[in-house]
């Protein structure tokens, strides 16, 4: 009698986790069902469902891209294509005057030099500026852009280094960015139809660019 009694007790737990098991199991699965639900739908999967997927696939034979087209993304990646939207943009000058890139495209050959009074790369290319200021501001509007720095450091600077031209402020750097520049000096010529046709570092490259559409 009392074997039969023991016997029971020791059933009545082992039924009870076995219930509890098939309960955790039954919960697992409506998440799974989501997980797959939202792959279906197009919609992110779940932290864990990321975790486990491939975080990139190697592609076949087939699927590689030729040297053109990798050398075609990789353009497009540093610089603005040359049919692209030109950002526009207003800035202050240290002479105290609003100035748009849209009042000049159209109408005038552009060049934007985007730069800073601690580059010294910049500060090379002064002399230079001032010429193309002196000989070509009746066809070319050059447009001078300081990055980041504040207009009394940068109004000190152009009267120490006689700069003919005037200087724009982008001060938190916003014009910069849309303009994906990577490094100072940056230059950009705009052609009349409002195109970029030349984007780089020299500025002799942008001057002959330049000298190219007035046909000289």
């Known amino acids: 009698m009392k074997m039969a009694i023991l016997r029971k007790v020791m059933i009545i737990p082992v039924v009870g986790i076995f219930l509890m098991a098939s309960s955790c199991k039954a919960q697992k699965q409506p998440s799974e069902q989501t997980e797959v639900s939202q792959e279906k739908a197009g919609l992110p999967a779940s932290d864990e469902a990321r975790q486990k997927a491939p975080t990139e696939q190697k592609p076949s034979a087939e699927q590689k891209p030729s040297a053109e087209q990798k050398a075609s993304t990789e353009q497009s990646k540093s610089s603005p294509s040359k049919t692209m939207l ?117 500025l002799n490259k942008a001057e002959q660019v330049i000298m190219s559409l007035l046909g000289k």
């Open 86 to 202: 030109i950002p526009d943009f207003t800035l202050q000058s240290i002479r105290n005057q609003k100035v748009s890139l849209s009042d000049f495209v159209g109408n005038k050959i552009i060049l934007i030099n985007f730069w800073a009074t601690w580059c010294p790369y910049c500060v090379a290319e002064i002399p230079h500026l001032n010429k193309i200021e002196k000989s070509l501001s009746e066809q070319v509007k050059f447009l001078s852009i300081d990055i980041g720095e504040k207009p009394e450091k940068v109004q000190s600077f152009a009267k120490q280094k006689g700069l003919l031209f005037d200087v724009l402020l982008d001060q938190q750097g916003e014009v910069a960015r849309r303009y994906r520049v990577r490094g100072t000096p940056t230059n950009i010529v705009i052609d009349k139809k409002g195109e970029i046709v030349y984007y780089g570092y020299e």
